[in-house]
């Protein structure tokens, strides 16, 4: 369905994290996709980890390699099984069923660089130097204006734009979704220092009436010594310290300045909150911080957006094809607008928790974690939160409660399309059609359908037990399961209501 009048498909404003990870997603679809960044290069550092359910994205695109690899040359071992929440240690992410039971220590401007050249791969263009400015739309297209380094003004048109422009949104303002929320009140403070690890941990956190302080490498010989000072936390019209200043503020609240001499920066950060007022606006949508922004409680910021990025891409993919439903598109809102709801709600918890340092607080932290985030059930939920594992997207009616959830990597029979996991098979961004019982005929469907079949190396257990059979969306989350196996019923309304434009 290309139309020659269109400059592309899909045009994404912002190189960030997910700007790139909805382009991977369009462009593996086969969808034209141009990403408009305004900056020459990738920027600061700010997330340090990728969790559990990112990891399991990229290894259900065939992505994963490539992270892990470059984690392995940045650290001797970057997998690490403790979490924080509310500032507090004790998470668990051994607990949760996942391949990836740990975050990977990854600076966000690595994750930048290989989501660039995973998009770049699969036949995405990015323009860097390239500042959206304006946004026209009719019930056809999108029309963006953008500014290149010599100030020319330039246009581009599409089927659909996606704002990932981050909290100031360009896109955002100039569709006129309001951005409501509070501004900030408090601050906390990173120093990225070119020393080791001093501790044998890769997570250490304290907390006192002094304030908060959290210690983990970013790369061998790179270390971040984050912090909230209780005595300066307030002011948030300062400035980030020079070095001096914030050794002293390392002291007090680390207590030690570590011997530093040379930083790779100091940088401050703070808790104002604001959440957009709505997700889409005809042909524009909004991805990541340009929806949201909100105290970076726990580092799984980003983690979010990536999800958010993962569910529009796809079903972009799809529509720009043609072989979604009209809905497809409507239910990113409603699949992520509560995930993102539920969000902002845990980081308010742990702010109220993190940045108060009175005696009554300190008691308060210190009986949280030593009384409650010890409890395995209590830690485990707050890891499959955090890890982004616990997402359920509604469905209609009394569904069994793996409908709406992801599936984790499953083994499978290799036999006719030749993957050996769920992972592995979802890597084409296809639906699956899913034997649980591993002992039914499949059926034959065409290579060029976006649907393939495939069994489970043998028969479901655990939750899955009394399943016969699935159909998985391409992201691997469950849209329907059955009681019988395949070859006694193919769910044919359920192929219809996600595929109609598709014959089978
Ligand atoms: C101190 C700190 C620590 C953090 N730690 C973590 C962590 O450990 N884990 C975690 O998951 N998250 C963390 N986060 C959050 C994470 O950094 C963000 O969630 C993430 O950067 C959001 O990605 P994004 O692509 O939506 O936006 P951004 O990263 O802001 O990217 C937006 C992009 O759009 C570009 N742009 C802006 N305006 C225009 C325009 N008009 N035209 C074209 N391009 C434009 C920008 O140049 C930028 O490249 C942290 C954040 C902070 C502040």
Redo the contacts with the bound molecule.
């Keep these: 369905m290309t139309d020659t009048s269109l400059d592309a498909d899909i045009i994404i404003?912002?190189?960030?994290?997910?700007?790139?990870m909805v382009g991977c997603e369009t462009a593996l679809g086969g969808a034209r996709t141009i990403i408009?960044?305004?900056?020459a290069e990738?920027?600061l550092t700010?997330?340090?980890?990728l969790?559990p359910r990112v990891l399991e994205i990229f290894a259900s695109r065939g992505m994963i390699d490539s992270f892990m690899e470059r984690a392995f040359e940045l650290h001797t071992d970057p997998r690490s099984p403790d979490g924080i929440w509310a500032g507090l240690p004790g998470i668990d992410y051994r607990a949760v069923a996942s391949d990836y039971p740990y975050v990977v220590m990854f600076p966000?401007i690595e994750t930048e660089r290989l989501l660039a050249e995973h998009f770049v791969s699969r036949g995405g263009e990015i323009r860097r130097n390239?500042?959206?400015?304006g946004v026209d739309q009719d019930e056809d297209s999108v029309t963006v204006r953008?500014r290149t380094e010599a100030g020319e003004e330039r246009s581009l048109k599409a089927r659909y734009l996606v704002g990932?422009?981050?909290?100031?949104?360009?896109?955002r303002n100039a569709v006129g979704i309001e951005f409501r929320g509070r501004p900030a009140g408090r601050l906390?403070m990173?120093v990225d220092a070119f020393v080791d690890n001093p501790y044998s941990r890769n997570v250490t956190v304290s907390n006192s009436e002094n304030g908060w302080a959290m210690t983990y490498p970013l790369r061998d010989g790179l270390t971040r010594f984050a912090m909230i000072d209780a005595a300066t936390c307030h002011d948030v019209s300062a400035n980030a310290p020079e070095l001096e200043e914030a050794k002293a503020m390392l002291r007090r609240v680390h207590g030690s300045d570590f011997g530093i001499e040379k930083v790779h920066s100091i940088?401050t950060?703070h808790d104002a909150l604001f959440l957009a007022a709505q997700l889409r606006k005809g042909r524009v949508f909004l991805?990541?911080?340009?929806v949201r922004i909100h105290y970076?409680a726990s580092?799984?910021?980003?983690?979010?957006?990536l999800q958010d990025a993962f569910n529009l891409g796809w079903k972009l993919a799809y529509a720009a094809r043609g072989d979604g439903p009209d809905w497809l598109l409507d239910s990113f809102v409603s699949e992520r607008q509560p995930e993102i709801d539920r969000l902002l709600d845990n980081v308010r918890t742990q702010c109220a928790i993190q940045f108060n340092f009175d005696d009554e607080h300190v008691a308060l932290k210190r009986r949280l974690e030593n009384d409650f985030l010890t409890i395995p059930e209590v830690s485990r939920r707050i890891a499959e939160d955090l890890g982004g594992l616990a997402a359920r997207y509604p469905s209609e009616g009394d569904t069994h409660d793996i409908v709406g959830r992801r599936i984790s990597n499953l083994a499978l029979n290799p036999q006719g399309h030749g993957s050996d996991t769920v992972f592995t098979l979802l890597r084409k961004q296809k639906f699956v059609l899913l034997d649980l019982t591993a002992q039914s005929a499949l059926p034959d469907l065409r290579d060029d359908l976006p649907i393939v079949a495939a069994s489970l190396a043998s028969p479901a257990t655990g939750e899955l037990q009394d399943v016969a059979s699935a159909l998985l969306r391409p992201d691997g989350h469950v849209a329907w399961v059955g009681e019988r196996p395949l070859q006694q019923h193919l769910p044919k309304d359920q192929l219809l209501k996600w595929l109609p434009g598709v014959n089978l």
């Design positions: 404003a912002g190189a960030g994290p997910s700007g790139l408009l960044e305004k900056r990738p920027w700010r997330a340090g980890t969790a966000q390239s500042e959206v400015v953008y990932c422009d981050g909290g100031r949104s360009a896109v906390a990173n940088n950060f991805v990541g911080e340009s970076p580092g799984v910021g980003m983690q979010f957006c």
